[in-house]
Structure formats: C-alpha cells, structure tokens
T-cell receptor, first 117, second 112 residues
Framework: GAVVSQHPSWVICKSGTSVKIECRSLDFQATTMFWYRQFPKQSLMLMATSNEGSKATYEQGVEKDKFLINHASLTLSTLTVTSAHPEDSSFYIC?????????????FGEGSRLTVL | GENVEQHPSTLSVQEGDSAVIKCTYSDSASNYFPWYKQELGKRPQLIIDIRSNVGEKKDQRIAVTLNKTAKHFSLHITETQPEDSAVYFCAASKGGYSTLTFGKGTMLLVSP
C-alpha cells in the first residue's frame, strides 16, 4: 500500500510555543489529507480536511487559528499547533488518499505525540 | 452527518476463540466500510474493508459482513491469537475523497 510519513513522532514543548508537524505522502500524490486527534483510549477524531492549494476545512469545534494547516504541495501537509497549552497534549495522526484509491482507503502516518509542559 | 456506533468497547477472549465486533451507521449513502487495527502508540492499519455491493468478505481468519438494510456491519476474527490484541476501529464513508467517520473502538485482549 501507499506510504505516509509523519514527523516528528515525539515532541515536547513549553506552554505558549508553537509546534509544526509534517505529513508526507512518499509514493503517491495526495490531493486530500486528513488530520486526526486521538486522546488516550479514545477514537480518532477528525480535526480538518486539507486540500492541496486551498484552505483547509475544519470540523466543528476545532479552532482554525490555533491549528494551522497548510497543504502547499501534493505530497506535504503541515499542522501547526500555535501557542500550545497542556490541554493540546495528544496524539496527532495524519492520513491521505489519492485518486488511485477510489474506494476511499486511507493511509495513515505514524502519528505525532505532543506533550505540552 | 454520519454517526458510527461500535460495540463492545472491550472484549476479552481466550486464544483460539472467535471474536465479533459490531458497528452500526446512520447515513444510508455510506458505501465503504473499512476496519482498522491499532496497536498501542502506532498508526491504524487497514485489515479488511467492504463495499456496499458485497455482503461478506473474508481474508484468512478475518471476515466482515454487511447488512445494508439494517445499516450494520461486523468484524469476525476466528482462531484468535495473542498478537490479535489491539484496538479495532470500524469506519464508514461515501467512498472517494469523502471523510471516514470512525467508531469509538474496541479493545480486544486475547489471553494465551
């Protein structure tokens, strides 16, 4: 299957700082990427849909000014957590599909565990 | 929007037993139903999927059934092994570039 790579896998930051997480599709072009957030022992909650060359579509309740998403190319989407606070600590996972997956199969990145002190 | 309910939230079985996880969905337009396995701290991995024009699909010890009329689908794992222990998520979408809506997950524990 297709490969999606996410970086960094672990990040610890101080409260008030910003953190950028990268999501790359390594062997296919991803016109659409999705960002999920997962709290311990909970499900994957969709935060936003990232479309190459256009603004991201955010799910209800997700602050677009706090979680900045940029999808500047067909292989890279970034999520920036701005002015991070301890409650932003979570596991963030990106996923992608492409035109070669008409059934909607998603390929997930490794995930990024953010800890805000 | 789509709502996916998943049961049970936890499931403990003995090695060799079968395990069944059930999901229901609300949007009759959904036509793609994947199942993901997620081990602790790792990414979800697709283990099997089914589309709405098929009632059942099997891959070795794993099978998925779909009842489109009742809007529910199930994951069946036979001859469970300890390495099957993980969290399993069902999901539903309208296919293509549509978003996946996930169930809350089932933690499966297979005891030797």
């Amino acid at each position: 299957g297709a490969v999606v790579s996410q970086h960094p896998s672990w990040v610890i930051c101080k409260s008030g700082t910003s953190v950028k997480i990268e999501c790359r599709s390594l062997d296919f072009q991803a016109t659409t990427m999705f960002w999920y957030r997962q709290f311990p022992k909970q499900s994957l909650m969709l935060m936003a849909t990232s479309n190459e060359g256009s603004k991201a579509t955010y799910e209800q309740g997700v602050e677009k000014d706090k979680f900045l998403i940029n999808h500047a190319s067909l292989t890279l989407s970034t999520l920036t957590v701005t002015s991070a606070h301890p409650e932003d600590s979570s596991f963030y996972i990106c996923s992608a599909n492409s035109g070669d997956t008409p059934h909607g199969e998603l390929f997930f990145g490794e995930g990024s565990r953010l800890t805000v002190l | 929007g789509e709502n996916v309910e998943q049961h049970p939230s936890t499931l403990s079985v003995q090695e060799g037993d079968s395990a069944v996880i059930k999901c229901t969905y609300s949007d009759s337009a959904s036509n793609y139903f994947p199942w993901y396995k997620q081990e602790l701290g790792k990414r979800p991995q697709l283990i099997i999927d089914i589309r709405s024009n098929v009632g059942e699909k099997k891959d070795q010890r794993i099978a998925v059934t779909l009842n489109k009329t009742a809007k529910h689908f199930s994951l069946h794992i036979t001859e469970t092994q300890p390495e099957d222990s993980a969290v399993y998520f069902c999901a539903a979408s309208k296919g293509g570039y549509s978003t996946l809506t996930f169930g809350k997950g089932t933690m499966l524990l297979v005891s030797p």
